[in-house]
């Protein structure tokens, strides 16, 4: 079953703006993960941040997360044709095997 | 690249039969981990092994077995295979210690026909 709902579900905006993504889950979480995926390929590793974080940043992206609203948002500044993907959260819960569950993703186009 | 390899990159096979797909984590890295990407399901986790042995499943069938090898490598074993099975498969890979990223691999495409 999914743990995390990404809002909104796609996402069209034009190069240079920015691009907001959240992310919603039910359970207690030790990290939340964002993850980026070129269509059909692999997953690659955005960025990771832990249930004791409220804000992260690198290079271009920031995330949030609000443990007490089970949320957490990926924003994406000055984007670019490159960053059109579809964009997964997963969150950890921490025991002994750090599974990861992932939501349904958003797919971003960014049009150049 | 992170390191994850995977083969095949796709499977074109027929129902009722048996695969096996391929994962060498990156070096160093002691946990492997499966996932299933299908359009309806979305990414699933199916199971864990730690340095050899399981440490978690998850929605995976009894058709589908894995194991790792003392090399570290990994392989997921699927039988029996009907339409439904037809998805992409990542592996993961962990190092063990405290750090928490997940490293996937490009995925293996399986299409039963």
């Known amino acids: 079953s999914q743990q995390g709902e990404e809002d909104p579900q796609a996402l069209s905006i034009q190069e240079g703006e920015n691009a907001t993504m959240n992310c919603s889950y039910k359970?207690?979480?030790?990290?939340l993960q964002w993850y980026r995926q070129n269509s059909g390929r692999g997953l690659v590793h955005l960025i990771l941040?832990?249930?004791?974080?409220r804000e992260k940043h690198s290079g271009r992206l920031r995330v949030t997360l609000d443990t007490s609203k089970k949320s957490s948002s990926l924003l994406i500044t000055a984007s670019r044709a490159a960053d059109t993907a579809s964009y997964f959260c997963?969150?950890?819960?921490?025991?002994?095997?750090?599974?990861?569950?992932f939501g349904k993703g958003t797919l971003l186009t960014v049009n150049p | 690249d992170s390191g994850v390899t995977q083969t095949p990159k796709h499977l074109i096979t027929a129902t009722g039969q048996r695969v096996t797909l391929r994962c060498s984590p990156r070096?160093?890295?002691?946990?492997v981990y499966w996932y299933q990407q299908s359009l309806d399901q979305g990414l699933q986790f199916l199971i864990q092994?730690?340095?050899?042995?399981?440490?978690a499943k998850g929605n995976i069938l009894e058709r589908f077995s894995a194991q790792q090898f003392p090399d570290l490598h990994s392989e997921l074993n699927l039988s029996s295979l009907e339409l439904g099975d037809s998805a992409l498969y990542f592996c993961?890979?962990?190092?063990?210690?405290?750090?928490?990223?997940?490293?996937f691999g490009p995925g293996t495409r399986l299409t039963v026909l």
């Open positions: 070096s160093g890295d002691l946990s």
């Open positions: 993961a890979s962990r190092s063990g210690g405290a750090g928490d990223t997940q490293y």
């Open positions: 997963a969150t950890g819960d921490g025991g002994s095997n750090y599974k990861l569950t």
């Open positions: 941040i832990r249930s004791n974080e």
């Open positions: 359970t207690s979480i030790n990290n």
């Open positions: 092994y730690y340095n050899g042995e399981e440490r």
